[in-house]
């Protein structure tokens, strides 16, 4: 991660605060110094508690700030209560996983694989530079953090380059196939206290119907239930970051990618993950299913508050 510097910036308000990427805002929160956040992390909202209305940056779920006369109350209504720093912090280590693949430089890359060459010569020599250039190898270690695959066990990645990229040259493609090879890593934060990974799961004949719409990198699919099926995978990332935990939605590996890309927009924080992804070790606890019968047109559209008009509209 490279350095954060800290600057003041007197056209925002006393209490706000931005984040940039290389001059770019990518994320904006606002903090009260005196007082703590009490986050509703679900069902502790039905408990009265006086506050500042307000939403928790890095999630997004519904909050108070509250002085601290009322804080052990909150904690005992099974409120998360944080001070204004730990909020500010939280927000940012949730930004840089959104966008650490805008984070990897390619002097950082080369640090890396000079780190591996230390320990792993073979390795690196097998891949750079007469099988794969550095250049490649740092689009696809982009396109892995892109979604959030952890790109720390590089030896491993790496290997897995040797094998596929003498045939394989599209980073894309790489990608798919370096994914199933470190499945573990894809799926491990998904796991619940007994090893199972929490995923939601299409229903048969709703998998059917997507991988038929499939064309190329695309999901060619009827706007509405694009829609419908967008807002049925948002309540559920909802509930489950209420809950406390996440989840991945599990689908074949054919249709994953363009799955993953027709829904990215309008649920940048979802997870894709292919059944062939997942080590044969480890069990899945399905926490939702979605059945084709649910998408069906809802009254009026909500394509607008989650894609945007024209998003909605064509196929991604």
Known sequence: MPAVRVRDNIQLDPTAYRVLIGGREVARGDVRPDLWLAIDPGGAAKIPLAGEVTREPAFGLPARWIGDADRNRAEAAGFTVVDAPNVIITHLGEVVRRHAGELLSREDLKAMVDKVRETSPA????????????????????????????????????????THAPTVKDPADLAERVRVDIGRSVVDRFRD??????????????????????????????????????????????????????????????????????????????????????????????????????????????????????????PR
Do not use: W
């Open 123 to 162: 390795v690196v020599d097998e891949l750079i530079p007469g099988v794969m250039t550095m250049g490649l190898l740092h689009r696809v270690l982009t396109l892995l953090l892109d979604e959030r695959v952890p790109v720390s066990n590089l030896p491993r990645i790496m290997e897995s380059l040797a």
């Open 193 to 314: 206290p007994n090893g199972r990974i929490r995923a939601v799961v299409l229903d048969p004949r709703l998998e059917v119907e997507l991988r038929r719409s499939v064309q190329g990198p695309q999901l060619v699919l009827d706007p509405t239930r694009l829609e419908q099926l967008t807002l049925r995978l948002s309540d559920e990332l909802r509930k489950a970051s209420a809950r406390g935990y996440e989840v991945a939605l599990l689908c074949d590996a054919s249709l994953r990618r363009a799955l993953r890309h027709a829904l990215a927009r309008a649920l940048a924080d979802l997870v894709v993950v292919a059944y062939q992804e997942i080590p044969t070790d480890l069990l899945m606890e399905p926490v939702a299913v979605i059945r084709p019968e649910e998408l069906v047109a809802a009254g009026p559209s909500a394509v607008g508050a989650m894609f945007g008009p024209a998003d909605a509209a064509r």
